[in-house]
């Protein structure tokens, strides 16, 4: 069943469980685009790579 379908109820375990997908789909996305932004960023020479000496 999907939130689409026709007899989709919206019951508060549907909300928990779909609120907590959605969170995690979105931080996990969140990250893959920063990490590509920057390293497009990096390719394209708008951007240096920092070096960090201890």
Sequence with gaps: ?????FEWKWDPDHFIFLGFLYLVLIIVGTGLGVAF???AAQVLGFMRERHFDH
């Design 1 to 5: 069943m999907f939130p689409f379908c």
């Design 37 to 39: 932004l920057k390293t």
